[in-house]
């Protein structure tokens, strides 16, 4: 059984950081492009921020650019997201998402999710 399990969230005042972590299990990690998502209330869910499976590769929004850092350490198999300077806007409730592509098969997992909080 997959399972994704986020910690890491919660209040912060704006230009607070925060460092938010995705432990996965049930599955072959690095065989797989972590991502996270955010998802604020009234909004679709949007694509924060991607790494590759070995992690030589990231990819951001450009609403979190220079501000956030994505990495993963694969003897852990964990992700993690550093997010720093946040801002209201930055609040939302962010999930850890693991993804593997194998010609035409897909897996595809999400975690439940931590609901970041950015207020004075």
């Known amino acids: 059984q997959v399972q994704l399990v986020e910690s890491g969230g919660g209040l912060v005042q704006p230009g607070g950081s925060l460092r938010l972590s995705c432990a996965a299990s049930g599955l072959t990690f690095n065989r797989y492009t972590m991502s996270w998502y955010r998802q604020a209330p009234g909004k679709e869910r949007e694509l924060v921020a991607t790494?590759?499976?070995?992690?030589?590769?990231?990819n951001y929004a450009d609403s979190v650019k220079g501000r956030f850092t994505i990495s993963r350490d694969n003897a852990k198999n964990t992700v993690y997201l550093q997010m720093n300077s946040l801002k209201p806007e930055d609040t939302a409730v962010y999930y850890c998402n693991a993804d593997m592509r194998r010609g035409v098969l897909k897996y595809n997992y999400w975690g439940q999710g931590t609901q970041v909080t950015v207020s004075s």
């Open positions: 790494i590759t499976s070995v992690g030589d590769s990231t």
